[in-house]
T-cell receptor
Framework: GAVVSQHPSRVICKSGTSVKIECRSLDFQATTMFWYRQFPKKSLMLMAT?????????EQGVEKDKFLINHASLTLSTLTVTSAHPEDSSFYICSARGRDTQYFGPGTRLTVL | LAKTTQPISMDSYEGQEVNITCSHN???????ITWYQQFPSQGPRFIIQ???TKVTNEVASLFIPADRKSSTLSLPRVSLSDTAVYYCLVGDPNTGGFKTIFGAGTRLFVKA
């Protein structure tokens, strides 16, 4: 099946710094990618839809100035958490729309101290 | 987007067949039904997808009745490693805006 990678797999940062997470579709092109956040024992929550060459579409309640999304190519989308705070600590997962369905990355564990 | 309802949790024993049913009463004509498996601290893994009747692959079967208002994921002879959360999702994969909204999922516990 299609493979989606994320980098880094885990990151620890200080409060107030920015963190960039990369999502790549390795063996297919994805015009649309999605970013999710997941808290412990909870389901995935969709944050935004990333479209190649255009602005991302954010779900209600998600701050677009805090979670910057860039989809510069058909195989790469990035999520930047700006001025991170401890409450931003979470598991971030991306997915890419393949030909018939969505394929998910392995996730990135963000811990903000 | 069609909302889905699944049991919160299920228990099973190794070697048994497990059936997880999902309700999606307002499924649209172009919607497909997709199931994902998720282990702790990992991204969801695609299991199976179908539109109607029955779909089978090397890991599971998906049964969809004629009215498509529900679906059942069948896992044959589960093992301890099948302990995970299983998500049922409904959407049209052929639209550019297809986005997967996750419900609560079903936590499956497989016991020895």
């Amino acid at each position: 099946g299609a493979v989606v990678s994320q980098h880094p797999s885990r990151v620890i940062c200080k409060s107030g710094t920015s963190v960039k997470i990369e999502c790549r579709s390795l063996d297919f092109q994805a015009t649309t990618m999605f970013w999710y956040r997941q808290f412990p024992k909870k389901s995935l929550m969709l944050m935004a839809t990333s479209n190649e060459g255009s602005k991302a579409t954010y779900e209600q309640g998600v701050e677009k100035d805090k979670f910057l999304i860039n989809h510069a190519s058909l195989t790469l989308s990035t999520l930047t958490v700006t001025s991170a705070h401890p409450e931003d600590s979470s598991f971030y997962i991306c997915s890419a729309r393949g030909r018939d369905t969505q394929y998910f990355g392995p996730g990135t564990r963000l811990t903000v101290l | 987007l069609a909302k889905t309802t699944q049991p919160i949790s299920m228990d099973s024993y190794e070697g048994q067949e497990v059936n997880i049913t999902c309700s999606h009463n307002n499924i649209a004509t172009n919607d497909y039904i997709t199931w994902y498996q998720q282990f702790p601290s990992q991204g969801p893994r695609f299991i199976i997808q179908g539109y109607k009747t029955k779909v089978t692959n090397e890991v599971a079967s998906l049964f969809i009745p004629a009215d498509r208002k529900s679906s059942t994921l069948s896992l044959p002879r589960v093992s301890l490693s099948d302990t995970a959360v299983y998500y049922c999702l409904v959407g049209d994969p052929n639209t550019g805006g297809f986005k997967t909204i996750f419900g609560a999922g079903t936590r499956l516990f497989v016991k020895a």
